[in-house]
């Protein structure tokens, strides 16, 4: 039993439970100090977005809360992380620095840096594999490539077997008395003047043990209805688990495991949570072609997209941010993007559709603000999801494929209750009006309080002409291969 103490760094795993570096240094017997480095000056890592900094302080206090109640502390401190553990392992004395991976390039390269620093002073260290279902190298082919199609990509993964089982939260930490930690306070993270985020703290309770209660809940109710219904914003049909995914709240283990366990106590769920564990599959497939693009957010996954011809439209990329492109179901999508840091995913597939194909905006600048905005703005799941949208990434919708938002809010929000909810200028509009506000009779706008183009945008762009325009820049873009 080692006496000296292993500082635990904290990265992306922001929880107690199934956490192998927490589990292993506690198992050591000695003290463990709990460390988050809050590192802004590594070049390699990208800067978070303004919601999800709002969820990472939430998370850090959830964090240290959980730790006080074991009797111990979370040391918070700021830098490069390299620099920061290594002052942290020599004030400390400790003997090794263990950790979780994060299986991408930037957050690799830094750990590689803590691995040099440490090293330098002989101080061990131990990596320990955790954001994934399956290593991302061991799913590469012959030829190095990663997987490009999801469909054998999750068979893959499904026939590897389940992943391991999760491990318990430790029972005891000892703790290291008299370290300096900065309060969460103090990292800035949330917004002051103005402050933004009521709606964020109206919709959410980050942490861990909510994360739990969350998938808990799911998997009680909704998950049974989740195949048919889980493309309907207008119900809470989804178990809204990604950003505690994102920050590591929960681990796709325990969400595996603990699907397939209600899966096999009632077989009825078996077809909700099979769905609802590919979507999981779609995170892990986002996140591998990640691990191999590390320029996914850059880049086009498909060369010929380098000569697309997307159009620089400062006006119309800010009407859409701020929900007043004319289309209701884009706008509902969009504020409640910006008033609760999430959007429902259909409805993020019609909004990014028609930035890209019916207003021909760069997707680059639309996941640069979804990145912004999201509570949940993942570094493999928004770029590749964006990328899927345009037709450059993997496995990508066709170009060709142009949502008709119109139809869409037919389809998916039928009585326009989530219109209604979130533009509600168009509130008293009777449903099928709803959804193109354009089509209603002069009394019909005037008896719901409508004035189009003054109380309510007319459409940014005519639905068939920005489909034809999208159809032929794609075309030119064929015959220029
Ligand atoms: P559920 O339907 O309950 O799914 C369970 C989990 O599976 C989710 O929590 C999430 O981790 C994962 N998941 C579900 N759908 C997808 C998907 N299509 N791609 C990848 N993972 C998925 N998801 C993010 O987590 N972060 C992002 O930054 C992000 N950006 C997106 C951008 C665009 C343009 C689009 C179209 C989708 C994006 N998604 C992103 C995927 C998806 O919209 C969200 O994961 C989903 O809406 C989260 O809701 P939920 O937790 O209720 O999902």
New binding site residues.
Partial sequence: MSSSPIIVWFRESLRLSDHPALYTAAQAGGPVVCSYIYDQESPELRPLGGATRWWLAQSLRALRAELQSLGSDLVIRRGPAAKVLGDLAAETKAAAVYWNDVAQSGPRAVADGVEAALGRIDVKTRVFADDLLVDPAEMRGKDGRGPRVFTPFWKRVLALGAPPKPLPTPVRLTPLAGLASLAVDELGLEPTKPDWAGGLRDAWRPGARAAQQRLTQ?LETAVGS?AAE?DRPDIE??????????FGEISPRQ?FHAARFAAEERPALAKGIDK?LS????????RHLLFNNPDLATRNLQPSFDAFPWIQNDAALAAWQRGQTGYPIVDAGLRELWHTG????RV??V??SLLVKHLLIDWRQ??QW??DT?V???????P???Q??AGSGADAAPYFRVFNPVLQGEKFDPQGAYVKRWVPELARLPAPLVHQPWAAKPLELAEAGVALGRSYPAPAVDHKLGRERALAAYARLRTSD
């Fill in positions: 799911f989740y889980r049909a989804t178990s809204r688990l990604s950003p505690h995914l994102r969400v609802f979507e999981v599959g779609w995170r892990e497939f986002s999430s959007m429902h995913n993020r597939m909004v990014a639309g996941e979804f990145w999201l949940d703005a993942d570094p493999g799941s928004n590749a999801s964006w899927w949208v």
